[in-house]
Each structure stands twice: as C-alpha cells, then as structure tokens.
C-alpha cells in the first residue's frame, strides 16, 4: 500500500508542479498576460494531477481490500468492500 | 508570486500540523484561506480537501512500516464515521448555527480532557503493535459523532477520532494519528469530487498549497518519530482548546 501511494502521489504531484511551473512561465502566475492555449494545457495539468491525487485514499482501499481476499480475512475484505462502495456513492450523490 | 508563496507557507503548516496531530488540516487552512486569502469559502473548502488528501497520501508514502496506519481498524471506525456524517448532514439544515458552534465546542473540550486524564507516565510508546483496540462501542459511537460534526460543519474529525482512538480504545498515540490521517483521506475524498465538478477547486492556488502541503506532511513524518509522547498530546490538547474557544466565540 505505501509503495502505491508512493507512486501515485509522486506522479500526482510532478503533474500539478509541471502545470505550475508552465503557468508561471508563461506569465499567469505573475498576473501578466497569456496565450490561452498554454494556459488551458496548464491548468488540465494540474486539475489531472489533482484527480490522481484524489481517487489515492480509494485506491488504498482497494489495495487493502484486494490484500485481505489474497489472505483470506473475508471480513476485513468485506468491511473494506463496505467503504469503497460508500466512497463510490459519496461521489455519485454528492458528498 | 507573493500570493504564491503565502499559500506554499500555509500549506506547509497544516500538512506538518496535519502529519503530527492525525489531522487533515482543514479546520487550520479554511480559515486561513477565507480570511488572509480573501477566497470563498467554497474555494476555501475545495482547496483544503485537496490539502487534506495530500496530507493523508504524504503521510502513507513516509510512514516507516512499524509508523503507519491500523488499516482495519481504519476501515471499520470510517463505516461509523460515514454513517454519523449522513445524519449530520440531513440534520445540519435545521439546527441553528449557534447550536452548532455550542455542541461542538463541548464536543472538542470533552475530548481534551478525557485526553488530559487518560495521560500516561513519561515512558508511554508512541508506536507499539502489541495492543488490541477496546470499547468498540464507544470507539464506534464516537466515530459516528466525528463523522456527525464532519458532516454538520464540513471538517473532517480528526481531531475526535485521534483522542477517541488513543483515551478510549487504547490505541498507542502515533498509531492513532496514522490511522486518522488514513480515515481523514477517505472522508475528503467523497467529497472533493462534488468541488472540483462544480469548479470550485482553483488549479494555481490549490497546487501552491498542496505543495506545500506534501513538504510539511514529510517534515511532520519525520519529527513524528522524534517527539516525545507528552509533547505530542499538549500539541494535541492545547490545539482542541483553541479550537473550542474559538468555536464558542462564533456562537456568542
């Protein structure tokens, strides 16, 4: 599980720092003016970076899920099941 | 690049604040976004689960293995959790504000000082393996209560779930922060989606201050395994005081 947060927090973060470094090249950041395309390339950078670092706590749970089946602690397993399944509804129905 | 820079220092704080106390961060970062940053507060919001999830993800990255979460201890205290921020927030429409601020002040004092009397002696472990959680029940109906005041006034509990794990179900301190800062990732991010649909997740600003977020969640990782105990729970209890005051002056 550590070494999955590791990988996609590190790629989540080199994402939304290249989408940074991109907008405050190109004068964004510093409040002077800027061609649109880079600015609309930068920011889905950075908004892609933010959606990878936000399906990671879903994704540890399902990594311990998965852990817990392989090793037969089926309730472990199912209690794991229960919270991604509210992790899903919670974003289906808002919150 | 001022702005920017304020908001990496501010980041930077919650995430070691975060790292150290068990905390997603949110009840620090809100209100510093709303009123030094002059965001709304849906930004604010959104900005700050963002935070939370990268406090929660840096956390589980820099963890050694005898630091990190009690994953199932984790996963059945968060079905609780979800449970309680459900009725908190079907309920959250009609009690007023006042009362809100009221119980949860109470909420936050009583877990500081269940937290001052539970103290242990100075040779008390900041990480052991050898403990069995006790008191489910309460454990659970304390879980429901944070996942209550997540859902009534939008933060995410860690500061209830750290004591409850540590005063009530006897779980060692560091364990317990790890395991909250695991729990607080997964309650942000059933929301965030809802934020960042909406547009209210602010690429610049939210990326100026998760990174500096990740920094401070890593320094916080590190000192974690330096500090002692008793620092750890005055950090603790002196940030639920300041919290509770602060919560009392909103309903006065």
């Known amino acids: 599980m550590r070494r999955v947060s590791r990988l996609l927090s590190a790629f989540a973060f080199a994402l939304m720092m290249l989408g940074l470094v991109l907008s405050f090249v190109h004068g964004q950041a510093a409040g002077s003016p800027m061609r649109l395309g880079l600015s609309l390339r930068s920011h889905r950078l950075m908004l892609f970076g933010i959606g990878v670092l936000a399906v990671l706590p879903g994704v540890r749970v399902l990594v311990a899920m998965s852990y817990y089946t392989a090793a037969r602690r089926a309730a472990e397993a199912l209690v794991a099941l229960v919270v991604v399944l509210e992790l899903v509804a919670s974003m289906i129905t808002g919150g | ?252």
Do not use: H
């Open chain 2, 1 to 252: 690049m001022t702005l920017l820079l304020g908001l990496f220092a501010s980041g930077l704080a919650a995430g070691t604040l975060g790292a150290l106390l068990g905390l997603g961060g949110g009840i620090f970062l809100v209100p510093v976004l709303t009123l030094v940053f002059d965001l709304p507060v849906r930004v604010a919001v959104g900005t700050s689960l963002v935070c939370v999830i990268a406090t929660s993800a840096g956390v589980a990255s820099l963890a050694s293995e005898e630091g990190g979460a009690d994953v199932p201890l984790a996963l059945r205290l968060e079905i609780a959790t979800a449970a309680g921020a459900v009725i908190g927030g079907l309920v959250g429409g009609f009690v007023p504000a006042r009362i809100l601020s009221y119980v949860f002040a109470a909420v936050v004092f009583g877990s500081a000082a269940y937290t001052l009397y539970k103290a242990a002696g100075p040779g008390e472990a900041m990480y052991r393996r050898d403990y069995t959680p006790r008191r489910w029940s309460l454990g659970y109906g304390v879980a429901s209560l944070a996942g209550m005041v997540s859902g009534l006034l939008g933060v995410g509990g860690g500061f209830i779930k750290v004591p409850a794990m540590y005063a009530i179900m006897g779980v060692p301190l560091g364990v317990a922060t790890a395991t909250s800062n695991f729990m607080v990732g997964i309650t942000a991010a059933a929301s965030v989606f809802v934020y960042l649909g909406r547009g209210d997740v602010r690429p610049v600003v939210t990326v100026a201050a998760a990174a500096g977020v990740f920094l401070g969640a890593a320094a916080g990782t590190l000192l974690q395994g330096r500090l002692k105990v008793a620092w750890l729970r005055w950090a603790l209890v002196l940030l639920m005081v300041a919290i509770g005051v602060q919560m009392l002056a909103r309903g006065f």
